[in-house]
């Protein structure tokens, strides 16, 4: 074995230090709440780390509900110019920046989806969706790799009724009524499995409250 | 609607599955209710996990015309004084069908007075909620929020015409990335450079569940041990770097042994070929002690 490198890195010498994903450079600020806080003071480059970041879940999440590509992409440009000029808004005590985010992207492509024109649109299920289109290649779903499987994984705790509710009213944006029509269950029945099942995805997941 | 069933909306908010005419009574049932608002604040997160579970690359166009459009878009100044007031949302839709260019200036100069021109009508509510609650039940009070949507809708014909001048105007973004460029490089964490590196390889791991990204230029290793079972307090996960049969510590998994997902970053020395996740006790031993629980092997 070579002898180890002193690269600066944290090493084994310091076994009791938890590994945690960013630990290298203190100077440099990269939770969410960091960047929105210096995308507030107006760093564009703070702002870009953001989108690094968070580019492959807003558009994920866009089109996931939208399904149309190019109306994702034009939710993702307003979550991320609503990012832009809110940052400042952002308050680290009523929740985390991811969730803030999320919370944005997911209302938006909700809006888009349930407006009149979009739901034509929705119809026809844009097959043209995997039309050859160059890749961001810098914007990296790794982070989010684990949280797919996770999330499915606790998915998989749900049962079959909370699941199919959730998934309808999340990923496929219907109101609770609607779901209940697609479910034919009654409206209370809904409402119980949407908040049971989100209680146990929250608690299989981890989201500390 | 019967007090319980406002009791059970919280789930229905946070999936934003409140139909228009229902939420706002539910909305401020839940932020009134001591023991709703707090689960909101939870269901918003786990709702959040699901949303970056459906992550997906966006085409390139999309962060040069997002970097473009935020050069020419100027910011909200933070509110001072007083609770994150609502602030009108955008309803995207509505006002792009009647883009009124020459009212932009107005709009420009009437951001700051948005805080103080919108009521407050839920001074509790985070202001990270304001695109869910308040957007679709905000009809009622549409006058007062539409100078913000327009502001905050800039007629796109306009912010074209800037985006183009910007471009045109000597690759004044190509210039700005360059500049934060270097910064950024300098910056740049394991995970970072794992994330954009070109060289960068999907691992299956040989023995347990999970993903690892290697990229050999940026020598770092991202690992995902989701999968790993938690153990009791007095053992913990710890993870090794091997080289001819020599583990090297790399430290412990604390929230795998808690049976929570981790994320790490290990940067392997030359040689070292093998990572793999041992049980150990508490505290995490000089050497594995026990059958390695998961292993992954680095190229050759």
Known sequence: MPPPHSSGQPQPGSPRRPLTAVSDDPAAPRTPEDLLRLTALGQESAFEKLYDSFGARVFGLARRVVRDPSQAEEVAQEVFLEIWRRASRFDPAKGSGTAWIMTMTHARAVDRVRSAQAATNRDLKVAQASTEREIDTVVEAVESAFERKAVQRCLGTLTELQRESITLAYYSGYTYREVAELLTAPLPTIKTRLRDGLIRLRDCLGVAT | ?300
């Open chain 2, 1 to 300: 609607m019967t007090t319980p069933d406002l009791h059970l909306d919280t789930g229905v908010l946070a999936l934003d599955a409140m139909p228009a005419d229902e939420a706002p009574g539910a909305l401020s049932h839940a932020l009134s209710c001591e023991s709703c608002s707090p689960e909101l604040v939870g269901f918003r997160e786990t709702a959040a996990l699901l949303g970056s579970a459906a992550a997906e690359a966006p085409p390139a166009s999309l962060r040069r015309s997002i970097m473009a459009r935020i050069a020419v878009t100027p910011q909200l100044p933070p509110v001072t004084g007083r609770p994150a007031t609502q602030v009108a949302p955008a309803k995207p839709d509505r006002d792009r069908a009647a883009p009124t260019p020459a009212a932009t200036p107005a709009e420009v100069s009437a951001t700051p007075a948005e805080v103080s021109a919108t009521p407050p009508d839920s001074p509790t509510q985070p202001d990270s909620a304001t695109p869910t609650e308040s957007a679709r039940p905000a009809a009622p009070s549409a006058d007062t929020v539409i100078p913000l949507r327009r502001w905050y809708r800039r007629p796109s014909a306009l912010v074209a015409a800037a985006v183009a001048a910007l471009v045109i105007g000597g690759g004044s973004v190509v210039a700005v990335r360059a500049i934060s460029g270097p910064a950024e490089q300098t910056a740049q964490t394991p995970e970072e450079c794992v994330a954009q590196a070109p060289d960068r390889e999907q691992l299956t791991p040989a023995k347990g569940q999970g993903t690892a990204t290697y990229s050999q230029s940026c020598n770092a290793v991202l690992l995902d041990v989701t999968g790993l079972p938690a153990v009791p307090a007095d053992k913990t996960y710890q993870l090794w770097a091997i080289a001819n049969n020599q583990p090297r510590s790399l430290g412990e998994l604390p929230d795998a042994a808690a049976g929570k997902p981790q994320v790490v970053t290990a940067r392997p020395n030359a040689g070292e070929t093998v990572l793999a996740i041992t049980a150990e006790p508490a505290g995490g031993s000089p050497k594995p002690t026990t059958d390695i629980l998961w292993q992954a092997t680095l190229a050759s």
